[in-house]
């Protein structure tokens, strides 16, 4: 357990510089945007074109007084927004492959050292697989703390007398990937970060089975992904779940789903497990 | 005593290892010698669990390779294996933290015998510095034996100087070393046992000073009888 | 303890066994004065890393030496040389009369005069012991 923890925290260690790269890079997109385009909107306020019946256009203001809310700078600045979450969640994906990958290749080839730790093998795999987690959510909960603090820097430019209360779901759900990283509903976060495990857990398997069986092996990897796929998707589509004269009904479907869920998840996480303490080559 | 029976392995349909048996003993330097891509390195990865065989068995002390058992026997391959990006201080440190059997004093004795600076990062080592800290990383560890992968290759003759001084100190006495070689030439007066290997497994197995008393060859006669017949 | 002259630049050949080749070096630095009797000698350990051998074959010359009664150990105090000039000096001529073994055997195959022979080997012996000379005192003006 403990040597398990040392890894976790050797893993990311190694990931470290990267993460705190991502988050600059939410920090200097999202507050950039902000800032600029609150800025903009209490000027063009301020210069009184507003009142001398300017373009609505130009007011990036969804209310019918004029007053700017949070989420309305939020929904104009969705784009801009968008970057660091698109990027990070890219950076993460490649990374899913590279955590493992990294290792084999290169001159210094720390997979040796990794397997000849007096420690369990599976240890080094829920090492790496934990650490894919805490990067996730860190940079999901960094995201989370880092609204706030944007709202504040919109209350500190807009006059209270041009201001409008914003709720903090509208503010989510005014960018559509924030709305994705953060569902409002707990049975959408189970699904979405649920499917989002799995696909990793899966990808683990795959990689572990290209590195144990040679040439072969990637054969056998896709083989294996493209199973997974099929087992997943085949009570959703296969069983007809918009079909209203379907042999099942939607609960049925749904418990099925969640089977396949569970079975291709253990089988991933026991392959992974055994491949590594017994199959893998260096 | 590491036991190597009958051991099998083939690798891109291509049979590297053919029926290899041998032991190592403790308080010997046994060496491993054959031609490049021989199946020397396949032979200590085998050791170590590093990569599965297709049949034959490997016990240390009488037991199956397991994980208790890499406090015991120290593995050196041929290239440093650690992350570039670490300080030498952070890999001894890594060291460590993992395994009991490491000796911080032996480390710190090792890391001044061969001059090596903590502050440094892996990656910017030169491949003469990097052996010697790769030899740090195996030797410091009080293991009972200790697997080396061509120790000398690659290497400038001054640091051979200093890592054959190694073989010949306490830091090598009463453990059981094997080592692999290409190149007979440094080791010749080191080894007591030399293991040559042809066809993927071992075709002659003596001790050194004996094959020299009884028979006036050099380790080098024996292998021309092997390898140029 | 001046061991260190003549001693980390031992060249053994692969033929014969390194531990006797040990033993011989040992004679000869016995031979020339370099060591002399009595004194102290450097530990297994310490001959081991000064002539880049490894321990156990350290360990077998010293055996051996010990067998000839070359060297003495008592007890857990250093080996030293032994004080017994009978032997001492017995190693001398056996050195001496090795080596003319070894070159009669091979200068015998030609089938010279023990006359020629010798004049040759006095001649030649003269040149080699002036070369020395002067690559000493090249090495010395160095």
Known sequence: MNRYLKLVHMEVDRFKYI???????????????????????????????????????????????????????????????????????????????????????????????????????????????????????????FQLAVLPVEKSIFNLIVPSDLRDPSYFSDIIYSNPALGMLIPWHFDSFLVYYGIGIIAVIAIFAAILIERSYGRLGILYAILYLGISVILLLFPMFGLGLDDVNGYLYPNEIYTIELVMCVVVMSVSVWLGCRLISKKITV | MIEVVDIHKRYRGRSVLNGASFTVEKGQITCLIGINGAGKSTILKAIMGLTPLKSGTIRIDGQPMDKNLYESIAFIPDHLTMPPGMKLSEGLRFMQDFYQSWNANRAEELMKFFSLDQTERIGNLSKGTAAKFNLVLGLAQDTEYVLMDEPFSGIDMFSRGLIAEVFSSHLIEDRGVLLTTHEIGEVEHLIDRALLMKDGSICRDFQCEQIRSEEGKSIVDVMREVYQS | MKMNEGWTDVTFNGRDPVYLQVVRHFKEQLATGRLEAGQIIPSRRELGAMLKINPNTAQKAYKEMEEQQLIITEGNSPSRITLDDDLLRSIRSELISDAVDAFVVSVRKIDVPVEELLDIVKQKYLESNETERQVQEGGDQA
Do not use: E
């Open chain 1, 19 to 141: 993460l705190a790269g991502l988050m600059s890079l939410t920090l200097v997109c999202q507050f950039g945007a902000v800032i600029w385009m609150t800025m903009s909107a209490v000027s063009y306020r301020k210069s009184g074109a507003w009142r001398n019946g300017g373009s609505m256009d130009y007011s990036y203001s969804s209310s019918p007084t004029g007053n700017l809310s949070f989420t309305d700078v939020m929904s104009t600045t969705q784009s801009i927004f968008m970057i660091p979450i698109l990027l990070s969640i890219g950076v993460l994906a490649i990374y899913v492959f590279l955590i493992w990958y990294r290792d084999w290749f290169g001159r210094n080839t720390f997979i040796y050292r990794l397997l000849i730790l007096p420690t369990a093998r599976r240890h080094i795999y829920f090492a790496k697989l934990t650490a894919i987690l805490i990067f996730i959510f860190a940079l999901v909960s």
